[in-house]
């Protein structure tokens, strides 16, 4: 009983879902949903902001650290208690009494400070600033790229429902013949014409059309719910493109590999953020100047100050040797450099390579394309013939089901001919796009 509660539950779901009714779409309305919605080209926006938010940071090597404090003392310590009211300006003769001097009463004081901080040249800092912009420049280079690969992506998932609804009319139509077929050989068999095996034998065709027809169906759910994913739609509706399937037209593309691509400008980037951190590091064996100044206030009640001060300097650092910490670092970002040119190359070669495989691929799909084009039709005829020669009772009903089955199946394989050709043309595109 469970068995059959259970079917039953998937019937009825089954059910449910082919009674959703298709929602029109376009494919400039998809286009639209992904690049406001997809999740990938966000997270790809976010990359840009970390990416910012680490040159925000280098900041820190041309503006001031300002700090402002505010601390409380007690004392009874003869050198504070007399540097206590020395800051508070509060002295009298009196207070120079040796005895005062030597055993002062408990002294107060209440400090507020104002500490300055301002680099003034920290080259090793310039050019990490320098680097945290290439990686920024690089950062939004990949977004760029990110977003050609999500709408390629799109692209393609959209010509996926189109050939999985082309796919659909087709079996549906071929339904429809070999239902016709099954009302002849029923009367033909009734007539004595036909024997119960070639019955059956329709009868199976036709089982066979009905097991596709429900592959075809749910690979319309498929291609649904992966448009609903790209567009970030949660209610993963059933979409149906409000235009067929068609051959696209070969714009002409570049021969070449183009060293303005936006993924090859950003590992360019890339590879300079990577030679700029090395040259800090050599600049790191230099020194530093910094300035400095604090403004103070004194008083012997908390958050007042009748008493001021200031000073200010300058320091020249200079750290001769860190027991040869800075010699390995700087190592260590020329070797990370040097890696960084060597991916460059690599990625450029296998770039030209996966570009060559593109454009062997699109000519492949233009000569399949005609070819299934010419078999397409050629098994239209055939079937054709075969057909009224049935209806005559001169043909075998094998042979029918043979020619019918063709045509269909040639009718598949032009359809995912030219969905192959138009994704081969759109990713040769993607390839070669500036």
């Known amino acids: 009983m469970k068995i059959i509660g259970y079917t039953l539950l998937v019937v ?9 009714e298709p929602l029109l779409i376009s494919q400039e309305e998809v286009f639209a949903k992904v690049r406001e919605n997809n999740r990938t080209l966000k997270m790809s926006q976010q990359d840009v902001l970390m ?23 007690a004392t009874t310590n003869p050198l504070m208690a007399f540097g206590f009211k020395l800051n508070q300006a509060i002295l009298t003769q009196g207070d120079f009494d040796p005895n005062l001097l030597n055993n002062p009463s408990q002294v107060e004081d209440y400090a ?11 080259l090793d800092g310039l050019y990490q600033r320098k680097a945290a912009k290439s990686k920024l420049h690089a950062t939004e280079l990949q977004s760029v790229r990110t977003r050609d690969y999500v709408e390629l992506e799109m692209y393609k998932a959209y ?19 070999a239902l016709e077929n099954k009302r002849i050989a029923h009367n033909s068999f009734k007539q004595g014409y036909l024997q119960k095996s070639d019955v059956l034998a329709v009868e199976v065709r036709l089982t066979e059309i009905d097991n596709q027809l429900q592959y075809a169906k749910s690979n319309i759910q498929n291609a649904s719910n992966y448009l609903s994913v790209l567009m970030d739609d949660n209610n993963y509706p059933i979409l149906q493109p ?46 530093r100047l910094n ?18 001060g200031y000073f200010f300097g300058a320091e020249l650092q200079w750290n001769l040797f860190e027991g040869g910490a800075r010699l390995g670092k700087a190592k260590k970002s020329k070797a ?25 691929m699109l000519d492949d799909a233009k000569n399949n394309l005609v070819l299934a084009g010419l078999a397409m039709e050629q098994s239209k005829e055939s079937l054709r013939i075969r ?46 796009k500036d």
């Open 336 to 360: 990370e450099y040097e890696k960084s040119m060597l991916q460059l190359q690599q990625y450029k070669a296998e770039s030209q390579v996966e570009l060559n495989r593109a454009q062997r």
């Open 12 to 20: 009825l779901f089954s059910l449910n879902l082919g009674a959703q």
């Open 291 to 308: 300035a400095f100044g604090t403004y103070e206030l004194h008083d012997d009640t908390v958050f007042q100050g009748e008493a001021e």
């Open 387 to 432: 057909t009224n020669r049935f209806g005559e009772g001169l043909e075998k009903t094998t042979d029918v089901l043979w020619a019918e089955s063709q045509y269909a199946q040639k009718q598949l394989d032009y359809y995912a001919t030219i969905f192959n050709h138009n994704y081969s043309l759109a990713y040769v595109q993607f390839l070669t």
């Open 159 to 177: 010509m996926q429902l189109q050939l999985a609804y082309k796919t659909l009319n087709v079996l549906e139509k071929a339904k429809e013949a």
């Open 112 to 122: 507020t400070r104002i500490v300055v901080q301002q680099p003034v040249l920290n």
């Open 51 to 73: 990416a910012r938010g680490d040159l925000d940071q280098t900041n820190a090597v041309v503006l001031p650290n300002v700090g402002i404090s505010h601390t409380g003392f």
């Open 242 to 287: 409000i235009d067929s399937l068609t051959v696209n037209e070969d714009t002409a593309a570049p021969d070449g590999l183009s060293e303005d691509r936006a993924d090859i400008q950003a590992m360019v980037a890339a590879s300079k953020a990577y030679q700029q951190l090395h040259t800090a590091d050599k600049m790191r064996f230099l020194p």
